[in-house]
């Protein structure tokens, strides 16, 4: 369940990874991304960044070295700005002129004011950011040990969510016994994601009623 840099390594007019992966939450390293660049120099690679903010590796720090290079960001999820529709870009002079030249002919979501203004609220309450950052990981993390006590297996998530099977039931099961309970969780019913649910880092009241729910589901004492 991870990107494999050897397999990016075959002609292509461009490549596009979301770092940390969605639905996975498994992170590349930044050195494999460079490796990436390095196989495809003459390409765009995008690389989107949507969870980095919880524990990726950002690429920002390659594109002095690699004009191919664009990063992808949003303010929807770690700034909690979703309905304002706020992202960017950085990237190489080259490729941010080109985003420019096409722009207003693809934008579908143009800034109005108040997502400007809420933009740059968050920008200059950085303090908060940080501190909202940390909050999700550390939810994160008590969700993850949970669930492996309850006999989940989970992998190694750097975003928002996790990804999680239990060996004794199937994804589409549970997530409709999880429904049951008033528990909402995302399903992927493809071949390699159906045993997996994806399930959102909330509040610690939302953890503990999914895990309550996860114990009746399952029959723990």
């Known amino acids: 369940m991870r990107v494999r840099v050897e397999d990016y390594r ?18 590349l390293p930044r050195a494999e991304i460079a490796r990436l660049l390095e196989d495809h120099p003459d ?10 903010d919880f524990g990726g590796e950002s690429a920002v720090p390659l594109i002095a070295d690699h004009p191919n290079l664009l990063v992808v960001q949003t303010m929807s999820k770690s700034r909690a700005l979703a309905g304002l529709r706020v992202g960017y870009a950085l990237g190489g002079v080259g490729l941010i002129e ?12 143009p800034l109005g004011r108040l997502a400007q203004a809420g933009a740059t609220a968050s920008v200059h309450d950085d ?59 995302r399903h992927f019913n493809k071949p390699r ?8 880092v909330g509040t610690e009241d939302d953890v503990r009623r999914l895990i309550a729910a996860a114990v009746l589901i399952l029959g723990h004492e």
């Open 10 to 27: 075959r002609e292509a007019g461009s490549i596009v990874i979301a770092n940390p992966n969605a639905p996975t939450g498994v992170a």
């Open 43 to 52: 390409i765009p690679v995008v690389i989107d960044e949507a969870y980095v």
């Open 98 to 109: 080109a985003l420019h030249r096409v722009k207003n002919s693809f934008n579908s979501y």
């Open 127 to 185: 303090a908060y950011f940080h501190e909202s950052c940390a909050r999700v990981v550390a939810g994160r993390e008590a969700m993850t040990r949970e669930l492996i006590r309850l006999g989940f297996v989970v992998l190694p998530s750097s975003a928002n969510f996790v990804f999680a099977r239990h060996p004794a039931r199937g994804g589409p099961e549970f997530a409709a016994a999880l429904r049951e309970h008033a528990v909402l969780v």
């Open 193 to 200: 994601t159906a045993p997996y649910l994806r399930i959102t």
